[in-house]
């Protein structure tokens, strides 16, 4: 059950973006699947891939592509990967571009693949393949909630964030959607995530805004710390709104880059939110860090240790295990004695000892809630991250031991 | 239920060493939880510490100690750990090697305290102290058995190994003993071990004799990643066999050390075999790297990913999780097409692609097995590196949910 998340009711179309879903039963008998998102001439796209070494094939064609060209097609499918298939993941992936590309009149490089799903089984792209025509036929602007429900594998719910907003007197919307709830999801699945805005942006300036907005969204959760073949998150930005970012005055540019971020950030924890088995959406916040990279690994040290998560699953104040992760992190220089941690507001550590007024009891009722934050405070700098994380339930190994079955 | 293994039925006294157990009652009501070593004049004594930042009391108070002299006396106790306690599990831990010292006319510093059990409570120092007199009574050569049973915590079985060889004509003794079910063990507790022998070797000597024991052992067994406030492994060489290391013939030599490395092994693999909610035993071995360090990141990786270790769980032959969590290890420089695959016997990638003969139903009956050995090869060098690990399931969750309920 997702903690504190439904799916969305509405979100706002994106003037440039046109887009289709179809049933193509790739792997879901009852529902859409693929996803066709027509980008208006002159869009803009950045996107950020996985860093896993062993990505997908469609990765590699995407990345392919996307040196070539500008995208003016991303082609999504759910259900299956295209992942551990060699050359023939390679020639699938390419020959569903070509297809399009032969449909629309586009060249092949404009058209950007990904895909979510079972690894190792070969993608089925006749299937996929025979309901372009009508998914050409039927773009729409505002099919956004669609695509947030066809980008779908075992999200309980979709997800989508929007906003419109007043930018030196012009209407400027930014809609995005993603799915994901594990950091990879099984077989290699995983996170995909589609934004856009009408702004007009200059490529390099957009792909400097994704990799900021992701550094403090996408980067900053975690399941279980399996990184996924397929990850991937693009930004375009159409220009149809008739300003573009460099016109702006200083203070619109903050208030867009600032919703911007906002999007990012929620669609991220919506991941979490949906997390497989999850029974308690966690906050770790680490401050006053001798820098950013201590605050970080620190914060995903105790994200990933199975012994915090159990912990949080049942509600058990074990803060020992906290510290423990958080001693083993891969830096240096930590001094128990300086540590201070609490749990919500709940003072659990003072300085290395535990806190005067801290009982188990109190302990427990703050473990006990849907929500936690834990605040650790080193007490070496003022560095400071934060990362977001799930429990670890039965429900999560059964998730993943039982998806194939 | 540990796989494959029981607990050992006798263990070979080693000369120079007397050991005493009694039932203090920590935590534990109806066993013994204290153990004595009383280690002869002379001897050696090499200690690994764990490298966790916040480590507990009795390790900070062992390293201080080992720093001034060679320990005389091993003092250990299942229950309590007490970490986390700051100035006064410093003050207790020390309170309680002064008492001992005090009752058999060492310094304080020649006793080496261990802990393992519950953080974050009070060590009852009187209770452990009050039972001091009598077991330096009842020291004896033939109490190893005991002492492996008095250290448990959730062990379901007693862990030790044992062997007498000739070397140049005389009988030479190594026993060990250790606990251990997870790298943390609940609340911090975790695993420990002692060994000796009672050849003589030099301090600098047993030392490295030790680290590399523990490279080849306790450093490559994780059950999830956690590492702990208290492990400690110790060596100790009596030379009460009469014969030096220094004096023995260069096949003696390396007899011995095969031997000692054997005993390490084996005494980190029934740890493994034991590990928390264990259905199944994994070994990971990571061939043709480029080096070392790519080998064991890689195994480390495949051996921490709960996805890799639910499907274990499942027995379900999901490869494509083993290598997305391969291309997420902090390595460079892997290609997809040159790696390849087995499952026990069984080849699943060759070079990239799926193996020919490879099937599902091929890969389930090996994936069923009690004990599974995935090995990866890289294709890119010629280093490897042996990883042992446990499967995720349900118990592991229960244990470490209910630990303290």
């Known amino acids: 059950m997702a903690i504190s998340l439904t799916s969305p009711i509405s979100l706002l179309p994106v003037k440039g973006i046109r887009i289709a879903t179809a049933a193509d039963e790739i792997r879901y008998q009852t529902r859409d699947d693929v996803v066709l998102f027509e980008l208006c001439k002159n869009a803009q796209t950045a996107v950020v891939f996985t860093k896993n070494q062993f990505c997908a094939a469609p990765v590699i064609v995407s990345r392919q592509n996307l040196n070539v060209s500008q995208p003016r097609y991303l082609l999504v499918n759910s259900g299956n990967a295209n992942a551990g298939l060699g050359v023939q993941g390679l020639a699938d992936a390419k020959t569903s571009c070509a297809t399009l590309a032969n449909e629309c ?13 079972v690894i190792g089984t070969r993608m089925p792209v006749d299937k996929m393949m025979r309901k372009i025509p009508s998914m050409l036929e039927n773009l729409q602007e505002s099919a956004w909630l669609n695509a947030a429900e066809a980008i779908m594998t075992t999200d309980t719910v979709s997800k989508g964030w929007s906003k419109q907003m007043d930018l030196d007197g012009h209407q400027v919307t930014i809609t995005g959607i993603a799915k994901g709830s594990g950091m990879i999801r099984p077989d290699m699945a995983t996170m995909l995530a589609f934004v856009a805005t009408d702004l007009g942006v200059d490529s390099i300036i957009l792909k400097n805004m994704l990799t900021d907005a992701v550094d403090q969204s996408f980067h900053c959760i975690t399941v279980d710390g399996d990184t996924s073949t397929n990850d991937a998150c693009t930004l375009t930005a159409t220009g149809q709104a008739g300003i573009h970012f460099d016109e702006l005055s200083k203070q619109a540019k903050a208030e867009f880059i600032e919703v911007l971020n906002t999007l990012f950030l929620s669609l991220a924890q ?10 308690k959406y966690i906050s770790i916040k680490v401050d006053q860090a001798k820098d950013e990279f201590m605050a970080r690994a620190i914060a995903f040290t105790i994200a990933h240790s199975p012994l915090v998560k159990t912990a ?6 074990n803060w020992g295990r906290i510290l423990a992760a958080a001693g083993r992190a891969e830096v240096q220089g930590l001094e128990v004695n300086k540590l201070s941690l609490s749990i919500n507001k709940l003072q659990v550590i003072a300085e290395g000892e535990v806190a005067i007024d801290y009982t188990e009891d109190k302990g427990s009722r703050e473990m006990s809630k849907d929500e936690i934050e834990f605040c650790l405070q080193l007490g070496l700098g003022e560095s ?22």
């Open 270 to 279: 919506s991941i979490i939110r949906d997390g497989e088995g999850i029974t």
């Open 312 to 317: 949080a699953f049942a509600s058990d104040p």
């Open 105 to 117: 009149e586009c060249s092949e490089e404009e058209v950007l693949p990904f895909s979510t799903g």
């Open 384 to 405: 400071s991250a934060n990362v977001w994380t799930t429990d670890l339930s039965y429900d999560y190994v059964k998730i993943n031991a039982e998806y194939r079955t």
